[in-house]
């Protein structure tokens, strides 16, 4: 028996071996291919070849098919990558984007406390040059590396500040931009909430400091939302989890092709409340580390999750150093919490015809059990106990951001106001949202909506099936009402314009706190929290 054995190891051993070779060979012919592509198109193409584009657009194109995850990073843009995960950088501390009209790079959103705010620059100043560097025509991109520095080094900015003809000349001092991911805290009828916007190397500190603190403020129940939150550091996200769980709990753990690297991570620091009543908000927008937080802390049975289902983002990415200092971010394994279940929401390994992936389907997902034996299921994201309805963004809504007709009617309307009520206490008046309509129409504000693309393909399905030579009364008067009609439909969205309105000009005046305050003022999953965690309370 033992001879018997030894000789089918051998030969699977063998076969392995065998394989192994195969594939190396395979590799290496497959390389020497692209090789010989590139020097033959750059040496015979007609005209003359960008190689480092070319390449890249090659090599783009070769990760596409695989996750969108997975990504080349050049050398210019390794630093990208460091601040998202320590969260620091050297720079002026501002968001800047490219205007929707394409004239130029602007200043988007100023940090409260930064360089930027404190020179006096404001939202929607356009950055004409950077010291003597005319920025006219770049991208945001190549502007933000102009911008990055050493801290307490000058950088002037020359900027065109809209209404005002003339440009000025602002000097600021770069300094180290340390972004906080615990943008707020505070108590709620006894109740400590935190909201944790990423996760870097610092923010389970910052979260455990936040948390200290209300528990200084005598809270009885605690709110986490990670609401928005994409993620960042697993170890982070082991680390949080580790505030409420024993010390020793398994939190996840990862698998991948090489069984060697697969790791299984615990807590391992003295947990800082176990018993405290705890709540995890989530929605569509919580990805990765964020739904290994509310997903370990529910097949704990250690918090109440409320909201809506989270991303779904069970993919572990690990870089990698290439040649000439760039990286390859590469993802190398999936991730399952407690319970087993992996939250991986779309299979990018079987493709449609088309190149796209389908979510994976609820009759394919499996059943697993909470440590209390409560059914979860794997496959689709965390999965909140309570979900609580989200609201619809009304179409009109998205392209008054995105042509940035709100932005700009904001900008004018804060050159005419000095100061508002606090964060979570004003309100855009009827005159305001009249103004904002009337400024739309001036401006030729249009927006494509997409019942009528719906309702152009059913007339045409309808054409070609012979229906139009029928009675196409009902086609036709559901076209009238579809149209847009931009004062129809400012009046029919009102109580959304308003609350989108709202949110903009008090981020103008209190930055991005002053907008999260302002959100809560009459946010229905809060106050569901609140009342679950109140009705617990009395129980």
Known sequence: MGKKVVVILGCFLFLADTWGQERRAEVAKQLEILNALVKEVEMFYVDTIEIEKMVRRGVQAMLSGLDPYTEYIPEEDVEDLQIITTGEYGGIGSIIRQRSSGEG????????????????????????????????????????????????????????????????????????????????????????????????????????????????RDIHSLILDLRGNGGGLLETAVRIVGMFVPQGSEVISTKGKLRQWDRVYRTTAEPVDTVIPLVVLIDEHSASASEIVAGALQDMDRAVLIGNRSFGKGLVQSPRDLPHDGKLKVTMSRYYIPS?????????SHRNADGSVAA????????????????????????????????????????????????????????????????????????????????????????????????????????????????????????????????????????????????????????????????????????????????????
């Open 105 to 216: 790079v602007m200043i988007a959103e100023p940090y409260e406390g930064m360089p930027t705010a404190l020179a006096g620059l404001k939202a929607g100043d356009l950055i004409v040059a950077v010291d003597t560097i005319n920025v006219v025509g770049k991208g945001s991109g190549e502007v933000s590396r102009l911008l990055k520095g050493t801290p307490n080094t000058t950088v002037t900015l020359t900027i065109r500040r809209p209404n005002e003809a003339k440009e000025q000349e602002i000097k600021l001092i770069r300094r180290q931009i340390v972004l906080n991911t615990v943008q707020y805290y505070d108590v709620f009828n006894g109740t400590g909430y935190i909201y944790l916007s990423n996760f870097t190397d610092k923010s389970a500190q910052e979260m455990q400091d936040a948390f200290e603190d209300l528990r200084r």
């Open 340 to 348: 087993g279940r992996c939250i991986q929401q779309l299979d990018y």
């Open 360 to 539: 994976i389907p609820d009759s394919l997902t499996s059943v697993f059990y909470t440590a209390g034996g409560r059914p979860v299921r794997d496959g689709g994201g965390i999965r909140p106990d309570i979900e609580v309805e989200g609201k619809n963004v009304p179409t009109m809504i998205y392209y008054l951001i995105h042509d940035d007709l709100f932005f700009d009617f904001v900008t004018n309307w804060v050159q005419q106001h000095d100061t508002i009520a606090p964060a979570g206490l004003f309100s855009a008046s009827d005159e305001d949202f009249e103004a904002l309509k009337a400024y739309a129409c001036v401006h030729d504000f249009s927006y494509d909506r997409q019942s009528i693309k719906a309702l152009n393909r059913l007339k045409d399905i309808a054409r070609t099936e012979g229906y139009l030579d029928e009675d196409s009364t009902l086609l036709a008067t559901l076209e009238e009402r579809l149209t847009p009609d931009i004062t129809r439909d400012f009046d029919r969205f009102k109580v959304d314009v308003k609350r989108f309105l709202t949110s903009e000009i008090v981020k103008r005046y209190y930055y991005q706190r002053g907008e999260l305050i302002d959100s809560l003022s009459d946010d229905p999953v809060l106050q569901r929290a609140l009342a679950e965690l109140s009705r617990e309370e009395q129980e």
